[in-house]
C-alpha cells in the first residue's frame, strides 16, 4: 500500500511525530520533495535526532529510507547525517537509498538564497538553505544532480559552466567575490564519492516493493499552502509540497497511490512572510507560541500563530485527495475560555467561503470566526476519544465538518503515547 503524508497548512503541523509513529508500521519511507529547509526532532530514550534530509523512519530497524528525485540535496549536511547516524550504531548502507537524479545543493545556491532575500522588495523570509536557487538551477537545465558528482568529467563540465556565468552575476549584480571552481570540484568530488554506495534508483526499487505487496510511506516536507503552485505564492516554497509531488519526486505512479493522509494543527502556524487572515495578534499572539513551543526548528524563528482556518484545511483536502486528517496539537489550546475557527474571508465587503487563489484577496481578507466553547484542565491524559472533554469533542467534529475529511488520528501531546487512533 502507497500513503501520502501531506501538511495541510504552512508546514510543522507535526508530521514529525505522525511519520515517526508510522514509520513502526511500514516498509518503506521516502522523502519526496524539498530538502534541508524542513527539520525535526525526534527524542528517542535519551537521545535526541535532528533530521533535515534523511527520513526519521531510519530509526526504525530494518526500514528502507528512500531521499527521492524531487528532494534537493545538500551533500555536506547529508554526510554530516550519514556520520551522526553512523557513529550513533546505525547500518545505514542497507538502509538508506538516495536517487542519483535529486539536484546537489552547491555554495554558490545558499549564498545567493541570502543575497537574494536582501535585495528582494517583498522579502520571503526563506530558510537561506539555497532551495529556491537550487531549485531554479534545476528548472533553468543547468543544475548538477548527485549522480554527477559520482563522474568527475561530467561534473567538471557541469561546475565550470555554472561558474562561468554564476560568478559574472555575483560579481556584477551582488558586488560578491564568485566561486573558485578548484575548491567545490575537490569538495564536492569528495561526497560523490562517499554517496557512492547509497545511490539508487528509487523509482524501480519502489515498484518492486509495491509489487511484493510492501507498505510505502510518502513523506511530503513543509505543507500545502508552501506549494509552488497552490501555495500563497510567492510566499512559498520552490517545490511541490502537495500530493502530486509525491509522484513525480519518486517517479511512484499516480494510479498506485492508495490512500492520502492529511496532517493539521488544531490551529495554524506560519514561518516567515507572507499572507495570514486568522493570525492573532497582541499578548495572545506571544501565549500561544510560548504554551506550543512554536519556534521554527530549521532556523529557530519564531513562528506566527493563529486559529484554525478551515478554508485552508478544506482547499487542502481538495488538493490532495486527503481521505484522512491527522489532527496536532489539541492540548495547546487546553484551558482556553474560547475557541475561534475561521469559517470564511470577507474582502472589500464580499464574502468568500472557499480559499481564494487571488493572493490580494488572501492579503487583505478579514476572517470571519465561529466561536466556540473551550475546555477546562488538560486533554493529555485521554486514552480514547471517549475520554476528552465534550467541548474538545465538539471542537473535533467542527473540525471534521469544516475541514471535509474524516478525523482518524487525533495527537494530545509531544510523546508517542499521547496519540488516540480512532
Ligand atoms: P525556502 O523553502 O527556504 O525557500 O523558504 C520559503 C518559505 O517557506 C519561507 O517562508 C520559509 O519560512 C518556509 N519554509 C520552508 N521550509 C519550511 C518548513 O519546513 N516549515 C515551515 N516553513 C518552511
Not at 521516502?30 to 535526541?48: E, F, I, L, M, P
Not at 520552490?238 to 505512479?253: D, E, I, K, L, M
Not at 475561534?340 to 493572493?359: H, M, N, V
Not at 471534521?400 to 487512533?421: N, Y
Request: charged share 25%; hydrophobic share 35%; proline share 3%.
Amino acid at each position: 500500500m502507497n500513503t501520502i503524508i501531506v501538511g495541510t497548512q504552512w508546514g510543522d503541523e507535526g508530521k514529525g511525530k505522525i511519520i515517526d509513529i508510522l514509520s513502526g508500521r511500514v516498509d518503506y519511507i521516502v522523502r519526496y520533495q524539498g530538502g534541508s529547509n524542513a527539520g525535526h526532532t525526534v527524542v528517542v530514550g535519551d537521545k535526541q535526532y535532528i533530521f533535515h534530509l534523511i527520513p526519521s523512519g531510519i530509526l526504525h530497524r530494518g526500514k528502507i529510507c528512500c531521499i527521492g528525485n524531487g528532494v534537493v540535496i545538500d551533500p555536506k549536511l547529508l554526510m554530516e547525517e550519514i556520520d551522526g547516524l553512523s557513529a550513533s550504531g546505525f547500518k545505514l548502507k542497507s538502509r538508506l537509498k538516495i536517487s542519483a537524479l535529486a539536484h546537489a545543493i552547491l555554495p554558490y545556491h545558499r549564498v545567493l538564497d541570502k543575497l537574494r532575500e536582501i535585495k528582494r522588495l517583498h522579502k520571503i523570509g526563506t530558510t537561506g538553505r539555497g532551495i529556491g536557487p537550487c531549485y531554479s538551477d534545476k528548472i533553468n537545465r543547468c543544475g548538477i544532480r548527485i549522480g554527477d558528482l559520482l563522474n568527475r568529467r561530467v561534473f567538471e563540465a557541469k561546475l565550470r559552466d555554472n561558474l562561468k556565468e554564476k560568478n559574472e552575476i555575483f560579481k556584477k549584480v551582488y558586488k560578491h567575490s564568485g566561486f573558485n571552481f578548484e575548491s567545490i570540484f575537490i569538495e564536492y568530488l569528495g561526497y560523490g564519492r562517499r554517496l557512492t554506495p547509497y545511490i539508487s534508483n528509487i523509482a524501480l526499487l519502489l515498484e518492486k516493493a509495491h509489487d511484493k505487496g510492501k507498505d510505502i510511506l510518502l513523506e511530503g516536507a513543509q505543507g500545502t499552502f508552501l506549494d509552488i503552485e497552490f501555495g500563497t505564492y510567492p510566499f512559498v516554497t520552490s517545490s511541490s509540497a502537495t500530493a502530486g509531488g509525491a509522484c513525480t519526486g519518486t517517479g511512484v505512479s499516480p494510479v498506485k497511490i492508495d490512500k492520502v493522509l492529511g496532517v493539521t494543527k488544531a490551529y495554524t502556524t506560519r514561518v516567515g512572510e507572507g499572507p495570514f487572515p486568522a493570525e492573532f495578534s497582541g499578548k495572545f499572539s506571544d501565549f500561544m507560541r510560548q504554551k506550543g513551543k512554536e519556534f521554527g526548528a530549521t532556523t529557530g524563528r519564531p513562528r506566527r500563530c493563529g486559529w484554525f482556518d478551515a478554508l485552508m484545511v478544506r482547499e487542502a483536502v481538495r488538493l490532495n485527495g486527503i481521505s484522512e486528517l491527522a489532527v496536532m496539537k489539541l492540548d495547546v489550546l487546553d484551558g482556553l475560555k474560547t475557541i475561534k475557527i475561521c469559517t470564511a474571508y470577507k474582502y472589500k465587503g464580499k464574502l468568500f467561503k472557499e480559499f481564494p487563489q487571488d493572493q490580494e484577496v488572501v492579503s487583505g481578507a478579514k476572517p470571519v470566526y465561529k466561536q466556540v466553547s473551550g475546555w477546562p484542565g488538560t486533554v493529555t491524559l485521554a486514552k480514547a476519544l471517549k475520554e476528552l472533554p465534550q467541548q474538545a469533542r465538539d471542537y473535533l467534529s467542527l473540525l471534521q465538518d469544516s475541514g471535509g475529511a474524516r478525523i482518524s488520528i487525533v495527537s494530545i501531546g509531544s510523546s508517542r503515547r499521547d496519540t488516540i487512533f480512532i
